[in-house]
């Protein structure tokens, strides 16, 4: 997912959440609260902003929709670098749109993040500091613009599978964003889609070729977007049963690639992994070893944009500095306008 399934807490922030001190009362308290809670996640219900919840539910996710959302934001840089460069009127108003459209589910994303008591300023500084982590497929160059289209079929498509599930996340306010999201994310995966499928079947054996190398290049890391399998994710269990995540990674990658590769024939690419193959068995497509050292390099920050991804949100946060000032400014002149006014009447 945008999130990596890596929306845990770390052992010590755990040990510290079980061994904060409480009176036999508070204890007491806190488990009829937990009961109902659970109870309400258990019906099916919303959790909402006010309502109670325990500290690992809420630190789950904030950690789980801010990294989202910096996905998103840091997610318009690799095609954003193709704005200008766009092949036709066409495909740039389209790349426009879809960049914009990212920008836009940052921003649902920081407000949703929000609710749960983070400021925006508190999780951009994690982002800037390095402490909060985004998705590992944007550490990954656009080197052609088959890349575009890569992106739109692989990476949203791999986003939309774990994103459907995230509409029924038992917080309402992620849940609620999520519908809206993933309605533009279904456009993203179409786009590019019909970007690869134009220069599949109407475009030159060079354009065939750099659709072929874009897809051999993005396969890996699409599918390496769902997190670590299962036996390597304890935590997912808690996020399940408290109704945060409603399919394993493991369930959503097989999923995925079930799903990719019947569009893989339509295009007439060759996905890059001699393993695919149809298992009748277990009525789903087998595939080879995924590299996880790969997808643990990146994450620990040594991908191949890393360091550009962050220094480019970090320039463009220090250029709108004035923006946000002067906005803070108007909004205290009229403050005081106002105030003045009531004195005034
Ligand atoms: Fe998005
Ligand atoms: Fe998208």
Same mark, same amino acid.
């Given at each position: 997912?945008?999130?990596? +399934?890596?929306?845990?807490? =770390? ?10 001190? /409480?009176?036999?009362?508070? +204890? ?15 019906? %099916? ?12 539910? #809420?630190?789950?996710?904030? /950690? ?10 840091? %997610? ?14 066409? /495909?740039?108003? !389209? ?43 944007? *550490?990954?160059? =656009? ?7 890569? !992106? %739109? ?13 995230? &509409? ?12 809206? !999201? &993933?309605?533009?994310?279904? $456009?993203?995966?179409?786009?590019? $889609? ?13 354009? #065939? +070729?750099?659709?072929?190398?874009? @897809? ?9 977007? $769902? ?16 109704? !945060? ?14 799903? =990719? ?6 295009? %007439?690419? =060759? ?33 191949? &944009? *890393? ?6 949100? @970090? ?25 003045? +006014?009531? #004195?005034?009447?």
């Amino acid at each position: 997912m945008y999130t990596q +399934a890596l929306d845990v807490m =770390t052992p010590q922030e755990r040990a510290a959440d079980r061994a904060a001190p /409480r009176s036999a009362e508070d +204890a007491a308290a806190d488990a009829e609260r937990e009961a109902a809670f659970e109870a309400r996640i258990a019906e %099916g219900g919303f959790i909402e902003a006010k309502d109670w919840m325990p500290g690992h539910y #809420r630190k789950t996710l904030v /950690r789980q929709i801010s990294q989202h959302a910096h996905s998103e934001i840091v %997610g318009m840089l690799p095609e954003g670098n193709w704005i200008s460069r766009a092949p036709s009127l066409k /495909r740039k108003a !389209i790349l426009l749109a879809k960049v914009q459209d990212e920008g836009g589910h940052g921003l649902y994303l920081y407000a949703a993040a929000e609710t749960l008591g983070t400021s925006r300023d508190q999780m951009i500084e994690a982002l800037h500091s390095g402490k909060a982590k985004y998705s590992s497929i944007f *550490n990954y160059p =656009t080197l052609t613009w088959a890349d575009v289209g890569a !992106i %739109g079929w692989l990476v949203d498509g791999a986003a939309i599978m774990n994103q459907v599930p995230l &509409c029924r996340c038992s917080y309402g306010p992620y849940a609620r964003a999520m519908i809206r !999201i &993933c309605r533009e994310e279904s $456009f993203h995966q179409r786009q590019g $889609f019909d970007a690869l499928l134009t220069m599949m079947k109407q475009g030159t054996d060079a354009q #065939r +070729a750099m659709v072929q190398d874009a @897809v051999d290049r993005w396969w890996w890391p699409s599918i390496m977007m $769902f997190g670590p399998p299962d036996d390597a994710s304890p935590n997912s269990e808690q996020s399940m049963r408290w109704g !945060i995540k409603r399919i394993s990674n493991d369930d959503l990658r097989q999923k995925f690639i079930d799903a =990719t590769v019947e569009q893989a024939k339509v295009l %007439g690419v =060759t996905l890059p992994d001699p393993e695919l193959k149809w298992n009748e068995a277990r009525g789903h497509w087998d595939f080879g070893a995924i590299d996880w050292d790969e997808f643990w390099n990146v994450v620990k920050g040594h991908g191949p &944009c *890393n360091r550009e991804r962050l220094a480019a949100r @970090v320039a463009a946060a220090d250029d709108g500095a004035w923006v946000r000032e002067a906005a803070m400014a108007h909004a205290a002149k009229q403050a005081t306008r106002e105030r003045d +006014a009531r #004195r005034a009447a």
